[in-house]
């Protein structure tokens, strides 16, 4: 996730006499003609942008706007932090916990439980913390000890769904006020899909295609858990959503043969960081070194920070990353994960950022990984997922280094169009969910074996057939797009989601899914459309290549995919790509 959201603040940060300026370059149609096509792109962008934040309105109509969008952040901000900072805790016995691996108790704190004014047992806390609760949801044999996690986690923000409602129906007033008939239809005009009908009848295609592949699988896990049930004398009540996580887990060991748990002893956190920075700078013909002391300026000490060189002239840099790879309860806001512009590059030449006229690029990525400064390498192993998260966040951050454009506003991720932003990520996902990439990345923790080839196979089956996963993503992308579409208000955000989801009364997790009010809004789509190009990307160009992660097709992919960024529409690089 690349954090990038127009603000109350954006509304304001505009100078009349500067729109008026560039509006009179666009229609000098003498003056267009000698820009470059670049400078042309800027000029576009810019009117664009000026636009969106009521250059064009009346003083009345930019004082109502400004307004709005003011309150807008106010509850966007209040929203994310509330995700970020809501915690519950629960108290939980051993045998409530069954299945969870002894790492899990390592240096777990305890609680005696207390009720009736007697002192219970001493209990182990649990919270709601991504690093508990997708272990308890995920391996916890105790279907009421998954349910009570769940309920938890997706209840920690009691005030959210009604901060989604309350920023639904201004976002509607400020595209109104902006001559608008919705808020999608504001958004969705500077993506690759340029409406909402394409938007719609894109997710339909899709849903039709992966409905029978994910009823196959949800009927698979509904026979899973009626035999789990019969095993144990009994009864079955359902397949719920707590379920999921637990059943696609034991699902995952008897159709492919891959223990989750086995996985995680070849992903040790430092291993898997090295090898993935190996690949991109192979494929990307760069060169990461590491500050260390002093040299470092960095907001934590587990913060690490790397200069980006070109590998075949040392004399030419790149720029900045800065890695926050590590869960700490300071309310980082990471999400999942996520990646930000510390600053944007520019520059007027083709050899590097060390001119006057240049600006080099820096960018964060934020991760909530196992810290390894236990000293336990047990502590710091990696799941399938949050090897994934790493590979996807990297990708955001490699993209800004590649980029060079000779205007900031073009640079990077924000530069392209919003639903495009995902294709350099998800396609480097694709690409190390592939065996003959995976395998590099896993050494044992122990014995520094490889894994094995056939579990190496077996897990990239599995990882490339989630059929579930797919429909997860369509509800959000069809959610996110129907509440923003909305014309009259007439929404009620909470029963929509319980009606399209299903989800028990009060269990709505739209309300700690930080997409739908920052940076996202309109475009939870852009995850499923982006995965199309990136899988096409991989299919007909990366694995049509004797090495998939070599130099030869990363040179193309740089110059096609990632150094152009926003000089020219989306459509046209990846055409030239796919020629």
């Given amino acids: 996730m690349v954090q990038s959201q127009i603000s109350g603040q954006d509304v304001l940060d505009y100078s009349n006499k500067l729109y008026l300026s560039i509006c009179a370059v666009r229609d000098n149609v003498d003056e267009m003609a000698r820009l470059s096509k670049e400078d042309k792109r800027l000029v576009e962008k810019l009117v664009a942008k000026f636009n969106k934040q009521g250059a064009a309105l009346d003083s009345r109509k930019h004082s109502k706007l400004v307004s709005i969008c003011t309150k807008i952040s106010a509850k966007v901000e209040m929203f994310c932090y509330n995700t970020r900072t809501s915690s519950v805790q629960l108290l939980f016995s051993r045998s409530e916990l069954s299945g969870l691996p002894d790492s899990f108790f390592k240096n777990r704190r305890m609680r005696r439980k207390e009720g009736g004014g007697v002192q219970g047992p001493l209990m182990y806390i649990v919270t709601t913390s991504i690093l508990d609760y997708i272990p308890v949801v995920k391996l916890a044999s105790n279907e009421e000890t998954r349910k009570q996690m769940y309920t938890a986690y ?3 923000c009691p005030d959210n769904m009604q901060l989604l409602q309350e920023t639904v129906l201004l976002r509607l007033k400020a595209a109104k006020v902006l001559g608008y008939e919705s808020y999608s239809e504001l958004v969705l005009q500077d993506t690759m899909a340029k409406s909402s009908d394409s938007v719609t009848a894109f997710l339909a295609d899709l849903e039709q295609r992966v409905s029978g592949l994910a009823q196959i699988d949800k009927d698979g896990l509904v026979a899973l858990k009626m035999q789990d049930m019969d095993n144990r004398n009994q009864p079955y009540l359902g397949f719920h959503v707590w379920d999921n996580a637990y059943y696609s887990n034991k699902m995952t060991q008897i159709k492919y043969g891959v223990d989750s748990e086995i996985v995680r002893n070849y992903l040790p956190v430092r291993h898997v960081l090295e090898k993935v920075l190996a690949i991109y700078e192979t494929m990307l013909g760069l060169r990461m070194v590491q500050k260390r002391g002093k040299a470092r300026n960095v907001w934590h000490p587990d913060v690490e920070m790397y200069e980006v060189w070109e590998a075949a002239d040392p004399n030419v840099f790149v720029g900045y990353i800065y890695l926050d790879l590590y869960f700490r309860a300071d309310n980082k806001p990471t999400g999942s994960g996520s990646t930000f512009h510390i600053q944007q590059g520019f520059s007027d ?7 006057d006229s240049s600006c080099c690029p820096a960018a964060a990525v934020l991760v909530d990984l196992p810290n390894p400064a236990s000293g336990d390498p047990a502590d710091a192993l990696l799941s399938v997922g949050q090897t994934r998260t790493l590979v996807h966040e990297l990708g955001h951050a490699f ?41 590099k990345l896993t050494c044992h923790y122990v014995t520094g074996e490889p894994m094995p080839e056939d579990m190496v196979q077996r897990l990239c089956d599995y990882e490339q057939q989630d059929g579930m996963s797919y ?18 208000g007439r929404i009620d955000c909470s029963r929509l989601y319980q009606q399209m989801s299903q989800c028990p009364p009060r269990l709505c997790d739209a309300a700690v899914v930080d997409h739908f009010m920052d940076g996202y809004s309109s475009l939870y789509y852009s995850y499923l459309w982006s995965s199309a190009y990136a899988t096409r990307m991989l299919r007909t ?19 096609e995919i990632l150094q152009p960024s926003g000089t020219r529409e989306a459509q046209e690089s990846l055409n030239l790509f796919f020629s």
């Fill in 154 to 156: 997706v209840g920690r």
């Fill in 349 to 355: 030449t083709k050899d590097g950022y060390n001119q």
């Fill in 399 to 439: 993209h800004i280094m590649c980029s060079k454009t000779k205007w900031s506003m073009l640079q990077g991720t924000s530069g392209v169009e919003p639903d495009f932003v995902e294709v350099p990520s998800l396609m480097m996902e694709h690409l190390f969910t592939q065996p003959q990439v995976l395998r």
């Fill in 471 to 488: 429909k997860e993503l369509l509800l959000m992308a069809r959610y996110d797009l129907a509440i923003h579409s909305t014309r009259d």
């Fill in 541 to 559: 160009r990366f694995l049509a290549e004797e090495e998939c992660t070599g130099s030869k097709i990363g040179a193309e992919y740089r110059r």
